[in-house]
């Protein structure tokens, strides 16, 4: 009013200028008046004619008596007494101007809503511009504080109750909570350390590296010990023969599904009287991802073994335990032999190698094979079927929902708010603020707006707890990829070395790249995206129910067919676009399989380059121009394949979005059209703006969800590729020789008992049965016809059928004649690597064996002292080992020359004690000073006590001693087969057998 030039001026109409702030006050003023009344809020044109009305017959006397004797609860009064004199002349002088100039005569009822919404629009526009808002403006600082109480609510939600990292206290806990471990870790090992430390000092004299005169007496040691011959009896001869009583094998099968591990103890010697011996279970501590757990996968027993008197063996049980929610690798657990409880007799028998002073006790291995086909459950008719491609998905979600348990269902509910959010919350929220909060006539009011806003704000608030909720339970990366990358590993390596041939590397290498992430983010995930998807269009079709129900019943309308169009619509929709996706699938899937075989095609050579790439220094521009047309080619027929499958994946993902897209623009026009024709009608309230605004909402939103949807079948057809590969490789044999006992009782008895059947020559079977030949029965072996075939073993087959070839055990073998590939193809056949077309190959169960390969094969990342003590070796031992060998304890595998690196395998070998070790061309490499040294080595191993000899003689930090003429173990023989070579002199002949290939074995032709 101050601003105003009429303010001063009684007698002058004021300027339209001026009129505009004193008609807001009438406006305000009527607003209250009629609320404090009572009356409903008229609109902006009615409130105004009536303020001024009640004001243009009012002389300026009237008014300043008004003022003065206003009440409290008089709205006229209080406000002209703000006013004054000069201010209620110029209210009286605007009044009168707005009725004569501005204000029009009375609208009929039809056109009253629209005129008076227009009105107020252009009243409001010229308030804006003919007004300046100042910084201690209401709205302005309601918006400030809006602003500063959003931010607050934000910083208290994320860092009091997430605990996310967007404030950074989430990392900096979880540092400061590993710091903490830390240091009380680093508090215990102090304390082990103070009262270890007389301990230390003598391990650290103890591991003291040997001088150059200590090494040189070690080999003197060895050669005085090779030059003794072993005769039976003598001195060692007990007075009284005491029975030996251990386990017949060194391992022990047993399948999951048959819940039982049979272990069979075994009693030699007189068998007289009663025994009882003691059996506990020890977990596989040193067996990583292998381990079996006691109470999970096995229940732990320390049972008694008892033998009647001349009894021989005897098998006790232990009970195994259902792993039903995952597929599980095979794992392995120990057996150990604890005591005598009753009878006289020794510990002895078969073991696995422990050279540390802790235990010297027999110590076998159960190793529970895993024979369930992947995903767990699934029948293998179903595999073969049809349909597998959803059978595939469908175990394989199963059986993600059983392991993630609760998690599983937490990333559910986590990521199935945000269609609540998107699809209801928002448009509803948007609609009333539209046709309710901010429409006067409907009762809009500044609160609630603000209450709508507040409540949009909250849902945002749950949107935000469901991500932060789903990502953290989810387990995409290492809960799920991961483990079926461990798998495969497991797999891998649980494997005999005939079924590496079964498939090539490439397929492994790329199956746990990329199938492993297809069958995460494709399938695992997916199910999510469909589960949420689903729910989003569930809701899509509720929310239009209710809102086309709620309005005809709040108006007092019947519901018509008219209203449930939109719902028809997205009923008619989702079967229609899923017809045409289903349509498509078996195409989709052959073209995937291509281009799944076409990028293992290049990952192949691509991996054949990485791996070998330090060894190729010697090739030429030939050799590098023919890896590099390789990788073209194959590249090539790659992308060829990719090309396809992506277009026709894309295209059927178009399907979806152009019939999406289509019914949006019709539903769009629709909508249009029944907004204009609801407002060109006089009075009609049967479709608002914010009716549309819901319609093309929901039906945008319907669009979005359902292409996610497709999407997502589109996506499980790809994994179930994936899944079927990775299915295939986990579905392999593994540990053919030890599943092959379980179902043949072993392969010894199995022979013997084809060989009754057949009525052979028994000769051979009487002395298999006595434990001291391995028998090589008929056989043949056909290689597979394949391009790697099994490497460099060629086939072969004997030459005179019916003719048995014996290998006498506890002596030393010299393979000789036939070719290089002929003479490592017998040894394979000897070690059981591979198995004989056909025919037998009959070794006593309480043998097992090594083959040295050629070519010394290298663990990553450890040095010769780690590599060594993997073996078995405690760490004194591995220095002086690695020291007697001219190696660098210290120093890595990749580094040493082949030379070194063969000796470093042989060394390895011993120290696991096999008792039949095989070695091609073990000399090959050897320099010629070291050969002899080398060779009686290997003598003394195999003749005076395998690893314990070699332990003993390398565990005094004194000068090694030479061993007492007849000491040696006598519970079990060790036989040494090499090929390739002469023997030496030093070694007696009663003590060689020479096998002759040239007059047993011929190769196969065709």
Not at 411 to 436: F, K
Request: hydrophobic letters at 40%; aromatic letters at 8%.
């Amino acid at each position: 009013l101050k601003a105003c030039p009429a303010y001063s001026c009684q007698d002058a109409m004021p300027p339209q200028s001026c009129c505009i702030p004193l008609v807001v006050v009438v406006v305000l003023l009527s607003a209250v008046t009629c609320s404090a009344d009572g009356d409903d809020v008229l609109d902006p044109i009615t409130q105004i004619r009536d303020g001024c009305v009640a004001i243009k017959d009012m002389t300026a006397e009237q008014l300043a008596a008004r003022s003065a004797g206003s009440r409290p609860d008089d709205a006229l009064g209080v406000t002209l007494s703000h006013l004054g004199l000069d201010g209620a002349a110029a209210l009286l002088h605007a009044c009168q101007y707005f009725l004569t100039d501005i204000a029009q005569p009375p609208l009929p009822s039809s056109n009253l809503q629209s005129q008076a919404m227009h009105t107020g629009v252009a009243l409001q526009r010229r308030l804006v511009s003919d007004t300046i808002i100042d910084h201690e403006s209401y709205y302005v600082l309601f918006v400030l504080i809006g602003l500063v109480v959003t931010f607050v609510v934000v910083v208290f939600f994320e860092g009091a109750i997430l605990d996310s990292t967007l404030l950074g206290q989430r990392c900096r806990r979880k540092w400061d909570r590993f710091e903490e471990k830390l240091e009380v870790r680093s508090v215990q090992d102090l304390k082990i350390k103070v009262e270890a430390g007389e301990a230390a000092e003598s391990a650290e004299a103890k591991n003291m590296p040997w001088s150059s005169d200590q090494v040189e007496g070690f080999w003197t040691a060895v050669k005085e010990k090779s030059e003794q011959v072993y005769v039976s009896g003598g001195d060692e001869t007990p007075a009284a023969e005491v029975d030996i009583v251990g386990f017949c094998q060194r391992e022990f099968p047993a399948l999951e599904a048959d819940l039982k591990a049979k272990v069979t103890l075994e009693r030699t010697g007189s068998c007289k009287g009663v025994l009882e011996v003691r059996v506990v279970t020890l977990d596989a501590t040193d067996q990583g991802g292998f381990q079996a757990q006691a109470d999970s996968d096995y229940v732990p027993a320390d049972a008694k073994v008892r033998f009647e008197d001349g009894q021989k063996e005897s098998v006790f049980e232990i009970d195994l335990l259902a792993t039903d929610a995952k597929w599980l690798p095979s794992r392995s657990f120990f057996v150990e032999l604890k005591e005598v409880v009753e009878g006289q007799a020794a510990l002895g028998g078969p073991s696995l190698s422990r050279w540390d002073a802790s235990s010297r006790r027999p110590l076998a291995r159960i190793c529970i094979v895993q024979d369930d086909t992947f995903p767990s459950g699934i029948p293998e008719e179903k595999v073969k079927s049809d349909k597998a491609e959803f059978w595939l998905c469908y175990y394989y979600i199963k059986n993600r929902i059983k392991s993630r348990g609760k998690k599983f269902w937490k990333t559910m509910a986590g990521y199935c708010y945000e269609p609540v959010h998107s699809v209801v919350v928002v448009p509803l929220i948007q609609s009333y603020i539209l046709d309710w909060a901010a429409k006067p006539g409907e009762g809009g009011s500044v609160d609630k707006i603000v209450l709508l806003a507040s409540l949009n704000f909250l849902s945002s608030m749950f949107y935000r707890s469901g991500d932060y909720l789903q990502v953290n339970n989810r387990g995409r990366t290492g809960g799920a990829r991961m483990l079926h990358r461990t798998q495969l590993l497991s797999k891998l390596l649980m494997m005999d070395h005939e079924q590496q041939f079964s498939r090539p590397g490439c397929t492994w290498f790329y199956s746990a790249l990329n199938n492993v992430d297809s069958m995460v983010t494709d399938c695992y995930w997916q199910i999510m995206v469909m589960a949420q998807s689903v729910w989003a269009l569930v809701l899509c079709l509720l929310t239009l129910l209710w809102k086309s129900w709620y309005k005809r019943a709040a108006a007092g309308l019947d519901v018509n067919l008219e209203n449930f169009i939109p719902v028809l619509v997205l009923l008619l929709v989702i079967p229609t676009v899923h017809g045409f996706v289903w349509a498509r699938r078996k195409t989709l899937a052959r073209l995937l399989e291509e281009r799944m075989q076409g990028e293992e095609g290049w990952v192949e050579v691509f991996a054949w380059v990485a791996e070998h790439g330090r060894r190729i220094y010697n090739f030429g521009p030939r050799e590098s121009a023919k890896i590099d047309s390789m990788f073209s080619a194959r590249s090539s027929a790659f992308v060829k394949k990719h090309g396809l499958a992506r277009d026709y994946t894309n295209d059927g993902k178009w399907i979806t979005i152009w019939i999406c897209h289509s019914v949006y623009c019709l539903m769009l026009a629709w909508g249009a059209f029944k907004l204009l024709h609801a407002r060109q009608e006089i009075g009609s309230a049967d479709f608002s703006a914010g009716d549309c605004l819901i319609l093309i909402q929901v039906f945008d939103k319907f669009g979005k969800y359902l292409v996610k949807f497709e999407g997502a079948t589109i996506s499980m057809q790809k994994a179930s590729v994936a899944i079927g590969r990775v299915s295939e490789l986990l579905g392999l044999q593994e540990k053919r020789n030890l599943v092959g006992q379980l179902k043949d009782g072993s392969a010894h008895a199995a022979s013997v008992e084809g060989e009754a059947a057949a009525g052979g020559d028994h000769s051979a079977t009487q002395e298999a049965s006595n434990k001291n030949h391995i028998v090589l029965r008929d056989v043949q072996l056909e290689l597979p016809q394949t391009w790697d075939g099994f490497g460099p073993v060629v086939a072969i087959q004997a030459k005179m059928p019916g003719k048995d070839t014996c290998i006498p055990l506890g002596k030393v073998i010299y393979v000789k004649g036939g070719t290089e590939n002929r003479r490592l193809t017998f040894l394979t056949l000897l070690g059981q690597l591979l198995a004989p077309t056909k025919g037998s190959v009959i070794v006593p169960r309480s043998e097992w064996s090594i083959l040295l390969p050629t070519v010394p094969t290298d663990l990553p990342d450890c040095s010769v002292k780690h590599d060594l003590m993997l073996s078995g070796a405690t760490e004194d031992i591995a220095c002086k080992l690695a020291q007697i060998f001219d190696l660098d304890p210290d120093e890595g595998h990749v580094r040493l020359p082949s030379g070194k690196a063969l000796m470093l395998g042989l060394a390895r070998s011993m120290l696991r004690n096999p008792t039949i070790l095989m070695a091609v061309r073990p000399m090959a490499s050897t320099v010629p000073e070291n050969q002899d040294k080398v060779m009686r080595l290997l003598w003394v191993w195999q003749k005076f006590g395998g690893g314990q000899a070699l332990v003993n003689l390398l565990g005094s930090n004194d000068l090694p001693s030479v061993c007492s003429k007849n000491h040696r173990d006598l519970q079990q023989r060790r036989t040494l087969v090499i090929s390739g070579e002469d023997p030496p002199d030093f070694i007696p002949k009663e003590e060689l057998h020479i096998l002759d290939l040239d007059q047993e074995y011929e190769r196969l032709r065709g």
